[in-house]
């Protein structure tokens, strides 16, 4: 068996124990760096990279593989992978980028039959009067529209 494959069986394994954390990448470099990026529904703390590290370590045998392991949560700031990212993220802004080039700023109001909702507010001039108003969008793009997904951290 690769050396791959055995790491993402004990990686599955890990991860049935605590099922609010998820795999979303994991790769093995050519001088067998393993690097498993994990998220969770409820984030991801030290002691979850710890435990998901130790449960794949000590079920390797280093006699047989020279191995590295390291073991990260998702960063703040990297695109979605997956559906599941969105239902995480339900209540923040988030930028979508659709295949066609067009940016869209908005807060994530949910995800529905492969489709993200978003709510989005544009200021438009008042239908009587001089000035501008506030207007909220609901807008629907379908997963298989969007390029890139980014949560947007504000201050």
Known sequence: MKLIEKVKELVD???SENPALFLIDLSVSKDNAVRIVIDGDNGVGIDDCITLSRSVEHNLDREEIDFSIEVTSFGATEPFHLERQYQKNIGRTVEVLKNDGKKHEALLKGIV???VILETETREPKPVGKGKITVKRELQIALSDIKETKV????
């Open 152 to 155: 947007i951290i504000k201050f």
């Open 113 to 115: 039959d492969g489709n």
């Open 13 to 15: 394994n890990a991860l």
